[in-house]
T-cell receptor, first 110, second 114 residues
Framework: AQSVTQPDIHITVSEGASLELRCNYS??????LFWYVQSPGQGLQLLLK??????LVQGIKGFEAEFKRSQSSFNLRKPSVHWSDAAEYFC????????FGTGTRLLVSP | SQTIHQWPATLVQPVGSPLSLECTVE??????LYWYRQAAGRGLQLLFY??????ISSEVPQNLSASRPQDRQFILSSKKLLLSDSGFYLC?????????????FGPGTRLLVL
């Protein structure tokens, strides 16, 4: 069955520190991969996506993600977190229909 | 540029009442359209998707239905709401592409069934 695992429900990071959010997936073939961010009460905003090619992809707001086929992972990273990055982050995989992880809530401490 | 609208933003309905949520997309034609439900701690669940007018695929059996009366309009309905229908409903669109499709989401509708 197709599934996406985001093992961390909550993560707290100090402002200015680095961030890594984990995402592992199970899929029949190598799917397209996405990270979305959601602020409270709002829709999802696309951060970045991987379709093919370079396995390190750059997104908006200084985020990047690396696709590792051998580990079936697509972890999201940011070198220096800002207070405005506090939100919920969703990893999603698929082609036309997406499978979403349950999300990781990022808290940023001063 | 493309924009996606959903309304209402918030809705409180009694159990057993009907439901109609609307989603419209501007700035594109022939989009694929999606309805998702988001429950706390459970991510997003795909409810329906549509590749064209009148073409609806249901992903999970439920108390809801969807319709696409126009190319850029997608409606989520129910004849009788259940308590379990409460949640945050998100509409999304994607442009058809052989090279990979990206879904873009609307602002969502929060539904509370009492």
């Amino acid at each position: 069955a197709q599934s996406v695992t985001q093992p961390d429900i909550h993560i707290t990071v100090s402002e200015g520190a680095s961030l890594e959010l984990r995402c592992n997936y199970s899929y029949g073939a190598t799917p397209y991969l996405f990270w979305y961010v959601q602020s409270p009460g709002q829709g999802l905003q696309l951060l970045l996506k991987y379709f093919s090619g370079d396995t390190l992809v750059q997104g908006i707001k200084g985020f990047e993600a690396e696709f590792k086929r051998s580990q079936s992972s697509f972890n999201l990273r940011k070198p220096s977190v800002h207070w405005s990055d506090a939100a919920e982050y969703f990893c999603a995989v698929g082609f036309q229909k997406l499978v979403f992880g349950t999300g990781t809530r990022l808290l940023v401490s001063p | 540029s493309q924009t996606i609208h959903q309304w209402p933003a918030t809705l409180v309905q009694p159990v057993g009442s009907p439901l109609s949520l609307e989603c419209t997309v501007e700035g594109t034609s022939n989009p694929n359209l999606y309805w998702y439900r988001q429950a706390a701690g459970r991510g997003l669940q795909l409810l329906f998707y549509s590749v064209g007018i009148g073409q609806i695929s249901s992903e999970v059996p439920q108390n809801l239905s969807a319709s696409r009366p126009q190319d850029r309009q997608f409606i989520l309905s129910s004849k009788k709401l259940l308590l379990s229908d409460s949640g945050f409903y998100l509409c999304a669109w994607s442009a058809r592409s052989r090279g990979g499709e990206t879904q873009y989401f609307g602002p969502g509708t929060r539904l509370l069934v009492l």
